[in-house]
């Protein structure tokens, strides 16, 4: 009886260990300036969605795969954040900063 008493236990764990695992997010810190960035593909891969924080200066992005400028893109103020609804946006998102160097806090999260 305690045999199977203990594989029960260790199967549990492995079960509410593996669950625990498949609902992490990731994170990254971006660092913006006159050149334009994307997200890592380690931050966004085996993710559904991300969301990000301007936090020290004002940036563009865009989208559509294309590379904004210091004046084309959407502008998005200190404490605005974006939100990238699917991993695709993630993956195509590309920012500058539209002065100076900008900082940017990124998440993704799982299905």
Known sequence: ???????????????VTGLAAQRKTTFETITVSATAVGLAS????????????VETAAI?????????????????GVGDTIEM??????MAIRFIAQSGTATLSVWCWPK
């Open 1 to 15: 009886m305690r045999p199977l008493w203990l594989a029960v236990v260790c199967l549990v764990t492995l079960a």
């Open 42 to 53: 380690s931050t966004t891969s085996g993710m559904s969605a991300c969301g990000a924080r």
């Open 60 to 76: 563009r992005f865009r989208m559509d795969g294309t590379n904004p400028t210091a004046t084309v893109g959407v502008p998005v």
């Open 85 to 90: 609804i699917t991993v695709f946006d993630a």
